[in-house]
């Protein structure tokens, strides 16, 4: 199926113009897709919050290209009406514009028609790079995940003057280096604000406020498969990992109690196999 978004349409898709805001989800395997495109989601951002939401890793940094590769290529057999977002992982784009454009066609040729990156105006080269090749990239900052030593664990940025106009110049940057959209993440609503202000390519936010040009959030805290205790940003509209709970434990107690399987549950054997398999004491 082919998705109802592209990038070109995206790049105009500004709130201030009267365009309807965009809803991007993150999903890691094909059930997760399936779901994302029945619900009607623009993008579906194969995040490397693969590595926390799935993998059981603390943080970001121990995802690899090749786990990306294997998350992407799963959510894209779901052949989902969205537009796939490939995430690339850290050290994936750091080491020169060479190595960027290698890391994102490897993405692509998994399933993704576009790639995310994080990081401002030290990043414009690999943007600049990869968006040469053909490969639509879209911005992430603020709250940058890859950065959590840099930034001194995941705090909210841009908080004071100096740092919130850093910011703004980075959208810039990324902006003038071709992305087509940019991620906001873990800012005041203020900052997001002055941010999709500032450019001409929509916003998504994160922890970013209402006025972002869409929204984007983990399928895990959505669905309340994540943590007890999700950021403040997060609305959870399902609690999943209860339900599942309730519904291993009634497996469990069936089969214990002797519930489960019953006959309809069964294959039936025929009369000859029965007989035949009888033990020799109870055979005619
Ligand atoms: O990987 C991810 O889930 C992300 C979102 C937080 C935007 O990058």
Same mark, same amino acid.
């Given at each position: 199926?082919?998705?109802?978004?592209?990038?070109? #349409?995206?790049?105009?898709?500004?709130?201030?113009?009267?365009?309807?805001?965009?809803?991007?989800? #993150?999903? @890691?395997?094909?059930?997760?897709? %399936?779901?994302?495109?029945?619900?009607?989601?623009?993008?579906?951002?194969?995040?490397?919050?693969?590595?926390?939401?799935?993998?059981? @890793?603390?943080?970001?940094?121990?995802?690899?290209?090749?786990?990306?590769?294997?998350?992407?290529?799963?959510?894209?057999?779901?052949?989902?009406?969205?537009?796939?977002?490939?995430?690339?992982?850290?050290?994936?784009?750091?080491?020169?514009?060479?190595?960027?454009?290698?890391?994102?066609?490897?993405?692509?040729?998994?399933?993704?028609?576009?790639?995310?990156?994080?990081?401002?105006?030290?990043?414009?080269?690999?943007?600049?790079?990869?968006?040469?090749? +053909?490969?639509?990239?879209?911005?992430?900052?603020?709250? $940058?995940?890859?950065?959590?030593?840099?930034?001194?664990?995941?705090?909210?940025?841009?908080?004071?003057?100096?740092?919130?106009?850093?910011?703004?110049?980075?959208?810039?940057?990324?902006?003038?280096?071709?992305?087509?959209?940019?991620?906001?993440?873990?800012?005041?609503?203020?900052?997001?604000?002055?941010? $999709?202000?500032?450019?001409?390519?929509?916003?998504?936010?994160?922890?970013?406020?209402?006025?972002?040009?869409?929204?984007?959030?983990?399928?895990?805290?959505?669905?309340?498969?994540?943590?007890?205790?999700?950021? *403040?940003?997060?609305?959870?509209?399902?609690?999943?990992? +209860?339900?599942?709970? *309730?519904?291993?434990?009634?497996?469990?107690?069936?089969?214990?109690?002797?519930?489960?399987? $019953?006959?309809?549950? %069964? @294959? +039936?054997?025929?009369?000859?196999?029965?007989?035949?398999?009888?033990?020799?004491?109870?055979?005619?």
């Amino acid at each position: 199926m082919s998705p109802r978004v592209d990038v070109q #349409t995206l790049r105009g898709r500004k709130r201030r113009d009267g365009a309807e805001p965009i809803v991007m989800v #993150t999903a @890691y395997d094909h059930p997760g897709a %399936s779901i994302a495109s029945a619900a009607g989601v623009d993008l579906i951002l194969v995040g490397d919050s693969v590595a926390n939401n799935v993998l059981g @890793y603390e943080d970001t940094l121990s995802v690899t290209v090749d786990d990306m590769v294997h998350h992407i290529a799963a959510v894209a057999r779901a052949r989902p009406e969205c537009l796939i977002v490939g995430d690339m992982p850290w050290m994936s784009y750091h080491l020169g514009s060479e190595d960027a454009v290698f890391n994102a066609a490897r993405l692509i040729r998994a399933g993704a028609q576009c790639v995310k990156l994080e990081g401002g105006r030290k990043r414009v080269p690999a943007i600049e790079a990869i968006v040469n090749a +053909e490969i639509p990239v879209m911005g992430h900052l603020g709250l $940058t995940p890859q950065s959590v030593h840099a930034m001194g664990g995941m705090r909210v940025q841009g908080r004071r003057v100096d740092a919130a106009g850093a910011l703004i110049a980075d959208a810039k940057a990324v902006e003038a280096a071709g992305c087509f959209a940019v991620v906001v993440e873990g800012v005041p609503d203020a900052l997001g604000a002055a941010v $999709t202000a500032a450019l001409e390519i929509p916003t998504i936010g994160i922890g970013a406020g209402a006025d972002c040009d869409g929204q984007v959030l983990v399928f895990h805290d959505v669905l309340g498969l994540g943590p007890a205790r999700a950021p *403040k940003f997060v609305r959870r509209y399902a609690n999943l990992a +209860e339900d599942a709970v *309730k519904a291993l434990a009634a497996f469990a107690a069936d089969v214990r109690s002797g519930a489960f399987p $019953t006959a309809a549950e %069964s @294959y +039936e054997a025929s009369e000859q196999l029965r007989a035949a398999l009888a033990p020799r004491s109870e055979r005619a």
